[in-house]
Antibody, heavy 117, light 107 residues
Framework: EVQLVQSGAEVKKPGESLRISCKGS????????ISWVRQMPGKGLEWMGR???????????NYSPSFEGHVTISVDNSINTAYLQWSSLKASDTAMYYC???????WGTGTMVTVSS | DIQMTQSPSSLSASVGDRVTITCRAS??????LGWYQQKPGKAPKRLIY???SLQSGVPSRFSGSGSGTEFTLTISSLQPEDFATYYC?????????FGGGTKVEIK
């Protein structure tokens, strides 16, 4: 079965760093790019960016202008896992975060991130 | 960037009704569009890909149409399990973008 399993919920303070993960199984992980999607409480879906696992260098990573510079997307092909990382969280980063394969044929389980002092 | 304008933002309908949701793209995206259903507390689920192709396992009451800048999702006969929020997503550009969503509520 094709699955994307995400890491568990996180509670952090403003200014802290965080990395959440998305582990693929049941398919060739390097053949499909992975996107990250934000959903703030009670709001719609926002595409954040994507990475092509076949070449995890920067040239194969795209970010929405709304998120570029605030988050980093990376991948570790040795463990079929994509990451979304913040170096300094803000309260406005409080949201559910989903990973999705390619154009969303498979979605992750979601990771709730709460940032509060 | 390509902007996706989805309408309406919400609608009330009864079981058995025909429901139509529209997405308009700010530029030609050919047929590079999908439709997604999201229920509260759940991850989105793809219903339609390539504008009009039905995802495997999705009931045939769901259909998609359109190309270029205007796209439509139609539910031919609304069922109780269809009350949810629906989104379009374009992937024509290297920067993807969602529509704002349509919440389908019970009348």
């Amino acid at each position: 079965e094709v699955q994307l399993v995400q890491s568990g919920a996180e509670v952090k303070k403003p200014g802290e760093s965080l990395r959440i993960s998305c582990k693929g199984s049941g398919y060739d992980f390097t053949n499909y790019w992975i996107s990250w999607v934000r959903q703030m409480p009670g709001k719609g879906l926002e595409w954040m960016g994507r990475i092509d696992p076949s070449d995890p260098s920067d040239s194969y990573t795209n970010y929405s202008p709304s998120f570029e510079g605030h988050v980093t997307i990376s991948v570790d092909n040795s463990i079929n896992t994509a990451y979304l990382q913040w170096s300094s969280l803000k309260a406005s980063d409080t949201a559910m975060y989903y990973c999705a394969r390619r154009t969303g044929d498979v979605w992750g389980t979601g990771t709730m991130v709460t940032v509060s002092s | 960037d390509i902007q996706m304008t989805q309408s309406p933002s919400s609608l009330s309908a009864s079981v058995g009704d025909r429901v139509t949701i529209t997405c308009r793209a700010s530029q030609d995206i050919r047929r590079d569009l999908g439709w997604y259903q999201q229920k509260p507390g759940k991850a989105p689920k793809r219903l339609i890909y390539a504008a009009s192709s039905l995802q495997s396992g999705v009931p045939s009451r769901f259909s998609g149409s359109g190309s270029g800048t205007e796209f439509t999702l139609t539910i031919s006969s609304l069922q109780p399990e269809d009350f949810a929020t629906y989104y379009c997503l374009q992937h024509h550009s290297h920067l993807l973008s969602f529509g704002g969503g349509t919440k389908v509520e019970i009348k």
